[in-house]
């Protein structure tokens, strides 16, 4: 396998029981050129030449150590896999002419050109870190705006594409683990009340996505009307009481014998399986997680689990093995198995 420096999700940080990790995405678009979904070929190269001339030049240090990636140079396999690494949004991959992404060494910022915004900046981060995550989205904001001078309006903010991100345009998210939550079947009732208080509750990639291995993704909905401060401050407040529901309901869940021998079994499984789908693996480390939460399975870091959840992805598998294209299933189930077998020795 090929080791490269260390990424951010194979870390994790404050909160890491229950939140994987952080996502501060802010929408910009530059002023006397149309939105993407009504530009030319010739337009979509000049904004691209242009941010691409920012970062280079860009006033912080964080600007210039991003990495330039064409996006019509990357493999359709590579580019599936900038998905699985919450990199890039399918539809960004869907149509490479005229897209670049801009990439730090850690994945932990990533900006999309010619998305649905001229510029989507994003900033991930491990475990919950909502406030630093936001820091450095604004330095590099800052650092792009000194060249590019995005189109802004008095009253309206931030010009977007979509209206639902005038005003900040920014999207703050979490990515959570529920497991107990989910089990109790109570899902969908929380997600319409938190829909009431201005936040959205989605699958693991998003809007349209189900669940894979209970995990969600917890976002602002409102951008007009109130300041990132504003916005990252009511998310914190939501996902405090969320957090203490799951904490709550998993020690009550782990009272069970059968769920802690589904936990021991689930370990075992993943220790020992020849053959595991991503499904499969992603549900045995759903459990694996509650384990470790609850000091059943202390042996076992969150570090580790966190990679594994990514670095397993099919795409990514294949293309960190060298693969051009994707590994056929049956061979791909069967490295998986080896590769999580190894990890958790």
Same mark, same amino acid.
């Given at each position: 396998?090929?080791?490269?420096?260390?990424?951010?999700?194979? !870390?994790?940080?404050? &909160?890491?029981?229950?939140?994987?990790?952080?996502? /501060?995405?802010?929408?910009?678009?530059?002023?006397?050129?149309?939105?993407?979904?009504?530009?030319?070929?010739?337009?979509?190269?000049?904004?691209?030449?242009?941010?691409?001339?920012?970062?280079?030049?860009?006033?912080?240090?964080?600007?210039?150590?991003?990495?330039?990636?064409?996006?019509?140079?990357?493999?359709?396999?590579?580019? /599936?896999?900038?998905?699985?690494?919450?990199?890039?949004?399918?539809?960004?991959?869907? &149509?490479? *002419?005229?897209?670049?992404? #801009?990439?730090?060494?850690?994945?932990?910022? *990533?900006?999309?050109?010619? %998305?649905? =915004?001229?510029?989507?900046?994003?900033?991930?981060?491990?475990?919950?870190?909502?406030? !630093?995550?936001?820091?450095?989205?604004?330095?590099?904001?800052?650092?792009?705006?000194?060249?590019?001078?995005?189109?802004?309006? !008095?009253?309206?903010?931030?010009?977007?594409?979509?209206?639902?991100?005038?005003?900040?345009?920014?999207?703050?998210?979490?990515?959570?683990?529920?497991?107990?939550?989910?089990?109790?079947?109570?899902?969908?009732?929380?997600?319409?009340?938190?829909? $009431? #208080?201005?936040?959205?509750?989605?699958?693991?990639?998003?809007?349209?996505?189900?669940?894979?291995?209970?995990?969600? &993704?917890?976002?602002?909905?409102?951008?007009?009307?109130?300041?990132?401060? %504003?916005?990252?401050?009511?998310?914190?407040?939501?996902?405090?009481? #969320?957090?203490?529901?799951?904490?709550?309901?998993?020690?009550?869940?782990?009272?069970?014998? =059968? !769920?802690?021998?589904?936990?021991?079994?689930?370990?075992?499984?993943? $220790?020992?399986?020849?053959?595991?789908?991503? =499904? %499969?693996?992603?549900?045995?480390?759903?459990?694996?997680?509650?384990?470790?939460?609850?000091?059943?399975?202390?042996? /076992?870091?969150?570090?580790?689990?966190?990679?594994?959840?990514?670095?397993?992805?099919?795409?990514?598998?294949?293309?960190?093995?060298?693969?051009?294209?994707? /590994?056929?299933?049956?061979?791909? =189930?069967?490295?998986?198995?080896?590769?999580?077998?190894?990890?958790?020795?």
């Amino acid at each position: 396998m090929i080791h490269t420096n260390r990424k951010w999700y194979e !870390k994790h940080g404050p &909160q890491g029981d229950v939140v994987i990790s952080t996502r /501060i995405r802010l929408a910009r678009n530059l002023p006397k050129i149309p939105f993407p979904e009504r530009m030319s070929q010739k337009q979509r190269e000049q904004v691209e030449a242009a941010v691409h001339k920012a970062v280079e030049h860009g006033s912080a240090a964080i600007a210039q150590s991003l990495r330039y990636v064409n996006m019509q140079d990357v493999s359709r396999i590579e580019a /599936i896999s900038m998905v699985e690494r919450h990199l890039a949004s399918p539809d960004f991959i869907s &149509q490479t *002419s005229g897209r670049a992404l #801009l990439l730090a060494a850690d994945e932990s910022i *990533s900006v999309m050109v010619n %998305e649905e =915004d001229h510029v989507r900046m994003q900033i991930m981060m491990e475990g919950m870190n909502l406030e !630093k995550a936001y820091q450095i989205a604004s330095v590099l904001d800052d650092s792009l705006n000194s060249s590019l001078h995005f189109a802004f309006h !008095k009253d309206l903010g931030y010009l977007t594409q979509c209206p639902t991100n005038l005003g900040t345009g920014m999207r703050a998210s979490l990515m959570l683990h529920l497991p107990a939550l989910q089990e109790s079947g109570i899902m969908n009732r929380i997600a319409g009340n938190l829909s $009431k #208080l201005g936040l959205a509750l989605r699958g693991t990639y998003g809007e349209g996505t189900h669940s894979v291995g209970a995990l969600y &993704q917890l976002s602002n909905q409102v951008s007009l009307g109130l300041s990132e401060t %504003e916005a990252i401050a009511n998310l914190s407040t939501i996902v405090m009481q #969320l957090m203490d529901q799951e904490r709550k309901a998993r020690q009550q869940m782990v009272r069970e014998v =059968d !769920k802690q021998d589904q936990i021991f079994r689930s370990a075992a499984i993943l $220790k020992s399986a020849r053959v595991l789908s991503t =499904d %499969e693996m992603m549900k045995l480390l759903s459990h694996v997680r509650v384990g470790i939460a609850c000091g059943l399975l202390s042996e /076992i870091p969150y570090d580790t689990v966190n990679a594994l959840m990514i670095r397993t992805q099919p795409a990514t598998m294949s293309l960190a093995y060298g693969h051009e294209d994707a /590994i056929p299933v049956q061979e791909r =189930d069967t490295l998986r198995a080896k590769i999580v077998a190894k990890a958790l020795a």
